[in-house]
């Protein structure tokens, strides 16, 4: 989803080929969003036999293969802000959204800030949960795999408690504080 949010935020934003959105991609987002251009020509593909984008038009230069220029459709924006409140409905990580991040304009901000809110509160009682849980769980686990056991629950807890500080970060963003 998060090569679709980024192929219709960008699209809802001017005409584009595939190649300018890949080099927009390698230039921005590299690290968030894996892309190669069987991946992203397939999602051109996708998206428009789903009538979200459209072709606007088709260049044929001498010696170079066609190059069509796509668009996006009144249904195309409609989906794009479905799949916006779809990731921040289900964030587990804050990496996933971080496509949306460039189109939060193209959304409601008050729903917005709802969903936020909603993942900071279950965000939370994760974090609550793993503070009160019972160190005698513990007692089952056999002693050559109790470090790495610990480490796993470190490392989990303290993600948890940056995304939990990150998310409450990005509803101050949302709310204009």
Do not use: C
Not at 104 to 116: Q, S
Not at 140 to 160: C, F, G, R, T, W
Not at 165 to 173: G, M, P, R
Request: proline share 2%; glycine share 4%.
């Amino acid at each position: 989803m998060t090569l679709q949010i980024f192929i219709l935020g960008t699209l809802s934003e001017g005409e584009r080929h595939p190649y300018d959105l890949k080099k927009q991609v390698l230039k921005s987002l590299d690290s968030a969003i894996s892309i190669n251009d069987g991946t992203l020509y397939y999602h051109f593909e996708v998206l428009a036999k789903k009538g979200l984008i459209k072709k606007i038009k088709v260049v044929q230069s001498e010696n170079r293969p066609e190059k069509t220029t796509y668009g996006i459709t009144d249904k195309g924006r409609k989906a794009l802000e479905d799949d916006i409140y779809a990731v921040f409905q289900n964030v587990t990580n804050v990496t996933t959204l971080y496509s949306s991040l460039l189109f939060l304009d193209k959304v409601d901000k008050h729903k917005l800030a709802y969903l936020i809110e909603e993942s900071i509160d279950r965000m939370a009682k994760r974090i609550e949960l793993i503070e009160n849980s019972d160190p005698e769980l513990l007692h089952d686990i056999s002693e050559n795999k109790l470090v790495p056991v610990k480490l796993i629950s470190e490392h989990a807890y303290q993600m948890l408690q940056n995304n939990l500080t990150w998310l409450q970060k990005l509803l101050a963003y949302v709310r204009g504080e």
